[in-house]
T-cell receptor, first 111, second 115 residues
């Protein structure tokens, strides 16, 4: 089976812009979770989608949003980018939400 | 509230040494799952093991072993005869036993295995 794929792998944006990241889960996995990883804050949960519905959400501002499509692919959007949004964004998929398999991540740099 | 503590920020060992990575967790739930993940320099988190709160059996997989003790809320990870390829950041994580609950990750332990 193919693993979790994330696109793009690297991204450079300017403050104030918006960005959309994409995640394709492992075939058959209906749960997709997103995480932000920074040196200062570590791995922090953003949100989880299951069957196109957001099931859980972490403590991030409303600038961070996501969605899931009927084929389980998910997108994450960050609007009005700030310098502090520079991070590695990881997507993970699982069948029900427990054993999560992670993608390679998208490294976002905001200048 | 849930919390995962990995007190060791960085560990350096020489190849072939054994090394134990500590993980202490806090939760009020009776049903929960514990995980260990490895993050090599490439950045991708690699799943190593999952344990549920009702299974305190220790597990061994090759050079890796895990010691789960509910009495001390610990889930420690030991690498026997470490190798340079074991160099990575290791994360311990906790998730509640209900669907739709997010993972809580520890801060990670950076392991450097020197040749």
């Amino acid at each position: 089976k193919a693993g979790v794929t994330q696109t793009p792998r690297y991204l450079i944006k300017t403050r104030g812009q918006q960005v959309t990241l994409s995640c394709s889960p492992i075939s058959g996995h209906r749960s997709v979770s997103w995480y932000q990883q920074t040196p200062g804050q570590g791995l922090q949960f953003l949100f989880e989608y299951f069957s196109e519905t957001q099931r859980n959400k972490g403590n991030f501002p409303g600038r961070f949003s996501g969605r899931q499509f009927s084929n389980s692919r998910s997108e994450m959007n960050v609007s009005t980018l700030e310098l502090g949004d520079s991070a590695l964004y990881l997507c993970a998929s699982s069948i029900q939400g427990y054993e999560q398999y992670f993608g390679p991540g998208t490294r976002l740099t905001v200048t | 509230a849930q919390k995962v503590t990995q007190a060791q920020t960085e560990i350096s060992v020489v190849e072939k040494e054994d090394v134990t990575l500590d993980c202490v967790y806090e939760t009020r739930d009776t049903t929960y799952y514990l995980f260990w993940y490895k993050q090599p320099p490439s950045g991708e988190l690699v799943f190593l093991i999952r344990r549920n709160s009702f299974d305190e059996q220790n597990e061994i997989s090759g050079r890796y072993s895990w010691n789960f003790q509910k009495s001390t809320s610990s889930f420690n990870f030991t690498i026997t005869a470490s190798q340079v390829v074991d160099s990575a950041v290791y994360f311990c994580a906790l998730i509640r036993g209900n669907y739709g609950q997010n993972f809580v990750f520890g801060p990670g332990t950076r392991l450097s295995v020197l040749p």
